[in-house]
């Protein structure tokens, strides 16, 4: 009834009493679909039914736009409909950005500002696009944005198709004098400024919102402008830092999770005879010691873990609840070799290795763990 009915209002001209009157039966038709108990005694008792439940006080009337039915049924729910009516405003799109920050400042925190040059309303003639602020209706589209056309499918059947309107540009509206900051089109790119909070700890790569605050424009309400904010690569003096202090030994700290990992360098002697000590400087400024006394041997390879040298442990929203915490840090030694011993020094480390061996009575074969030659066998290749 509701389709049969709509179909009819839309091809009657608007000044017909006709026309009126069936689209007051519409909105009826609207009410009784729309409320399970009228839909039900309709569909068993019919109109005459429907009335009867009227008249008898059953349940509380309400009148119903009838246009929200229409725009369930072309889409325009939410945003405005075809007709414009609707529920809601409508959203423009998120907009995201990448914003890079050094680790050093997701370890201290920071408070700091970045650009982003958006699409923002006409301040000239406030989003109207007119010199003038005379804005027309759209005659080819009444102002409504879209047109509806009719296609015949076969004898008696036909297709309505709808589309943005060329007149107009889908704006249901047209001017005269355009505006000669945004040329008519209402809307102009400028650069605004944000405020950034990076909180102790905030893991890289977090995507932080500012509502409404994407592209702007008279037909919606600004989406969400979301902010990626990663770890930027360390950079020494000279390779575009912008502060000689990065210099420090925090810009080799590599990060995972709430931990940091750091390689220290060892020679020979440092790795074998121990004797040698260390002073890192963390991402703060704070220098963390290491070192081994004389006699401890560092294996190659080998990982330190010194607890609480780590990143803050982060909470959302900065809350703090107690003592703060840290991850650890994990320092992995790397012991270099000399390319080439001097010939003395050489000769002088022979001497020395081969009387210790002797005194304690060392088999160089054996500790090798390679099974003993046999007399007399020669192996060929």
Request: charge should be negative.
């Amino acid at each position: 009834m509701v389709i049969r009915l709509c179909h009819a209002h839309t091809d009657a001209p608007r000044n017909d009493d006709t026309a009126h009157q069936k689209f007051v039966s519409v909105a009826e038709a609207y009410d009784a679909l729309i409320d399970p108990t009228t839909r039900k005694i309709y569909d068993k008792y019919g109109h005459e039914g429907l009335e009867q439940h009227k008249q008898g006080g059953g349940g509380h009337h309400h009148h119903h736009d009838p246009f929200d039915l229409f725009n369930r049924f072309f889409g325009g729910g939410g945003g405005g409909g075809p007709f414009g009516h609707g529920g809601g405003q409508r959203h423009g799109p998120p907009m995201e950005v990448r914003i890079q920050v050094p680790l050093r400042d997701f370890y201290t925190g920071r408070s700091t500002q970045f650009t982003v040059t958006k699409q923002a309303v006409c301040g000239t003639c406030e989003g109207s696009g007119s010199s003038d602020g005379a804005v027309d209706t759209c005659k080819t589209c009444g102002g409504r944005g879209v047109v509806v056309q009719k296609h015949m499918l076969a004898p008696g059947i036909f297709q309505q198709m709808q589309r943005p309107c060329d007149a107009c540009g889908g704006k249901g509206t047209t001017i005269r004098h355009p505006c000669a900051t945004c040329r008519g089109a209402r809307v102009v790119r400028e650069p605004e400024t944000f405020d950034l909070h990076i909180e102790p700890g905030m893991p890289a790569g977090i995507r932080l919102t500012y509502e409404n605050e994407a592209d702007e424009s008279p037909d919606w309400v600004a989406g969400d402008l979301v902010v990626n904010v990663v770890e930027q690569e360390p950079r020494l003096a000279g390779e575009g830092a912008p502060d000689p202090t990065h210099r420090a030994d925090g810009s080799f700290f590599r990060r995972r999770g709430d931990d940091l990992f750091w390689r220290e360098v060892l020679s020979l002697r440092e790795a074998w005879m121990g004797d040698w000590t260390r002073n890192v400087t963390h991402l703060d400024g704070h220098v963390v010691p290491l070192g081994r006394k004389r006699g401890m041997v560092v294996q190659p390879g080998a990982v330190e873990v010194v607890q609480g040298e780590g990143m803050p442990v982060w909470r959302p929203g900065g809350e703090d609840e107690g003592e703060k915490r840290f991850g650890a840090l994990l320092v992995e030694y790397v012991v270099v070799l000399p390319d080439k011993m001097e010939k003395g020094m050489e000769k002088e480390f022979w001497e020395t290795w081969e009387k210790w061996r002797r005194k304690k009575g060392v088999d160089l074969l054996k500790d090798s763990g390679r099974p003993a030659p046999v007399k007399g066998r020669h192996d060929e290749l």
